[in-house]
């Protein structure tokens, strides 16, 4: 029997595209994002599926904001990324 996570977000089989490397957003969004704050939805896509970039974009901001590489913001439905200040 499912359990309440799986049943309200059952999981779905997306396949990442051949010869997908996960290096290369991280290095196509710090050229994009600057001190200034950008949504995250008008960071340029790298792949033709908006779906699946879309999807890839926010892995990449997540693991670049953990070591402090850029700052997210959100405000219900709109996020908000920014490369991050240092005193």
Do not use: K
Not at 19 to 41: C, K, M, N, S, V
Not at 64 to 81: F, N, S, W, Y
């Amino acid at each position: 029997m499912p359990n309440t996570f799986e049943r309200r977000w059952p999981s779905h089989d997306i396949a990442a595209p051949s010869g997908f490397d996960l290096g290369r957003y991280p290095r196509h969004l710090q050229a994009h994002i600057g001190a200034d704050e950008r949504l995250f939805d008008d960071l340029p896509a790298l792949e033709e599926d908006r779906r699946l970039d879309r999807t890839w974009r926010f892995v990449s901001i997540i693991f670049m904001a953990h070591p402090g590489l850029i700052d997210i913001c959100q405000h219900e439905r709109t996020i908000l990324v920014n490369r991050h200040e240092t005193d």
